[in-house]
């Protein structure tokens, strides 16, 4: 991204990144002005940044690769994820002092049973569900 960045100003065109407002927004921008590129930033990625910042959040370095480029006609891909990766979930569980884990979205079955394993009550009590049986219930 950084790469990407400093290549279009030394050829005197703005880069443009697309992100969601809230998360991968603010992880773009982090890099960038860690970087020292100088960034500009919609109003709606912008009033999240406080929030950011009271709460001492720091950007990681992590991707995960999509068809964005495909989908979008961009130019250049650079991917990046604002999803927790396995290592980052077991030390929210464990930084957050729970002692029961409810996991509702992704392996969640799976996860719940390595939580088990590592001893908390976890469970994973949508897993099997489809959306139109949890309409349902």
């Known amino acids: 991204m950084v790469r990407f960045a400093r290549e279009c ?4 065109v703005r880069p443009v990144f697309l992100a969601h407002p809230l998360g991968r927004g603010q ?6 002005c860690e970087a020292g590129i100088p960034a500009a930033v919609d109003e709606a ?5 406080p929030v950011y910042e009271a709460s001492g959040y720091r950007f990681p370095r992590w991707a995960a690769l999509d068809n964005a480029r495909k989908r979008t006609g961009a130019e250049e891909l650079i991917p990046y994820s604002d999803h927790a990766d396995f290592e980052e979930l077991l030390a929210l569980v464990r930084e957050s002092g729970a002692q029961q884990v ?3 979205h992704g392996y969640a079955r799976a ?17 099997g569900f489809s959306c139109r049986t949890v309409r349902g219930l």
Do not use: K, N, S
């Not at 100003?9 to 005197?12: I, K, Y």
């Not at 992880?27 to 960038?32: A, C, I, K, P, S």
């Not at 990625?45 to 940044?49: C, D, E, G, K, S």
């Open 45 to 49: 990625l912008a009033r999240f940044i």
């Open 27 to 32: 992880e773009v921008l982090g890099v960038l």
């Open 102 to 104: 409810e996991v509702v």
């Open 9 to 12: 100003l030394e050829q005197q």
């Open 111 to 127: 996860f719940a049973h390595l939580l088990r394993q590592a001893g908390w009550q976890a469970r994973a009590p949508l897993a």
